[in-house]
């Protein structure tokens, strides 16, 4: 019997049920006859999931940033080390002299690149434009020293840009046949619009907040954590209107379980992705987009080029300025009184996402490369 590849996940930043980290790639894995799957990660605040299959060890929880990027990383880098796993993953760049320790000739090392980190940091405007500026430069820096000898998993198609030598395995969904065969059709669209995932500024949270006060039919739901500062100031933005505003995940991570349930509650209007034009963004391909899809939901979402292409592409949804708020009422006022039209861009959606957009697709890629891997290094 062929030996099974001991494959190792790290995360110190991540939540450990983490969709790219735990629903595709660890289960993947889990679900293949060829590897054996570990992950060490923090226990979640709502606690562990004993039903979960993928073995985890759970690393201490740091309350304060500095602990954990001091005595966290040690931590992780000894149980990794002790478990002499085939293939390491790590997924977060405070782990990056982890990784470089961990490589040994007989074994493959993966930087599993979830962000554009350095535009990330430019983009930080609590930090000083100079200090942001040797940040950016010093991770650079770090990054390409530690990276040596390492392979580069990438989460967006634009990351080639910044590692040419990266292998794209993109962060497409997993197929959610609950969601793709669900009837609605006889289910009348409903004035509410959506949000998914974490609830930040520069996710649009105050341009979402004020779209209440937009349309006076509209109801707008959240469901994603948001700090209770910015939950708020949301509600101070959405004012009279902020009754029509409804959030979930108020200081607190909202599991995918309880994301996909949203999607059931009620046949939406549209999801939203109405964000302000930053640099860190306007290239993604965001996965809302794929989960919007793949529940039959129009999307209505800010028109950088890319987005606007994709939207067009797969004629899945209306891209407008996100600062135009006469352009945001006309799109609503569009969806409103031309539901079959609003069912139509669902349709085509879901039709993309069961023909290409999905993660069967980049789970192919993952054992084709792992399998190519192991043959070469280990």
């Known amino acids: 019997m062929k030996k099974r590849v001991k494959v190792v996940h790290l995360t110190t930043v991540h939540h450990p049920y983490d969709p790219r980290i735990y629903y595709k790639q660890c289960m993947s894995l889990h679900e293949s006859d060829r590897y054996d799957v570990t992950l060490i990660a923090q226990a979640p605040k709502e606690g562990i999931d004993k039903t979960k299959p993928i073995e985890h060890i759970v690393l201490p929880t740091y309350k304060k940033r500095l602990s954990r990027m001091i005595f966290g990383t040690r931590h992780v880098y000894k149980q990794a080390k002790a478990l002499q796993a085939d293939i390491y993953v790590f997924h977060d760049p405070e782990l990056l002299w982890v990784g470089k320790r961990l490589k040994r000739k007989d074994n493959v090392v993966v930087y599993d690149i979830h962000e554009d980190y350095v535009t990330s940091i430019l983009q930080k405007t609590y930090l000083n434009k100079s200090f942001r500026e040797m940040a950016a430069k010093m991770y650079t820096i770090l990054e390409k020293i530690c990276t040596t000898n390492m392979e580069l998993s990438l989460a967006e198609k634009y990351y080639k840009d910044f590692y040419p030598n990266g292998t794209c395995i993109l962060n497409y969904p997993i197929v959610n046949e609950t969601l793709m065969k669900q009837d609605d059709s006889g289910q009348t669209i409903e004035k509410k619009l959506l949000y998914t995932g974490?609830?930040?500024?520069?996710?649009?949270?105050?341009?979402?907040?004020?779209?209440?006060?937009?349309?006076?039919?509209?109801?707008?739901?959240?469901?994603?954590?948001?700090?209770?500062?910015?939950?708020?100031?949301?509600?101070?933005?959405?004012?009279?209107?902020?009754?029509?505003?409804?959030?979930?995940?108020?200081?607190?991570?909202?599991?995918?379980?309880?994301?996909?349930?949203?999607?059931?509650?009620?046949?939406?209007?549209?999801?939203?992705?109405?964000?302000?034009?930053?640099?860190?963004?306007?290239?993604?391909?965001?996965?809302?987009?794929?989960?919007?899809?793949?529940?039959?939901?129009?999307?209505?979402?800010?028109?950088?080029?890319?987005?606007?292409?994709?939207?067009?592409e797969h004629q899945c949804g209306i891209a407008v300025d996100p600062y135009d708020e006469a352009a945001i009422q006309e799109a609503i006022q569009f969806l409103k009184n031309h539901p079959e039209k609003a069912a139509e861009l669902g349709a085509n959606g879901r039709h993309a996402i069961a023909n290409d957009l999905n993660w069967k697709a980049e789970e192919k890629k993952l054992f084709s490369w792992y399998d190519e891997l192991v043959k070469e290094k280990c």
């Open 198 to 312: 974490n609830v930040t500024k520069d996710r649009g949270a105050l341009i979402h907040a004020s779209l209440p006060t937009l349309d006076a039919d509209i109801e707008m739901q959240f469901i994603g954590k948001c700090q209770g500062k910015l939950a708020k100031e949301m509600n101070k933005t959405a004012g009279k209107s902020k009754d029509r505003l409804h959030i979930e995940g108020i200081d607190t991570f909202v599991v995918k379980d309880q994301i996909d349930k949203m999607y059931h509650q009620h046949r939406w209007l549209a999801g939203v992705a109405l964000f302000p034009p930053t640099k860190h963004y306007m290239k993604k391909e965001l996965t809302k987009f794929f989960e919007y899809m793949s529940a039959g939901i129009p999307i209505l979402c800010s028109d950088f080029p890319l987005w606007k292409d994709f939207v067009e």
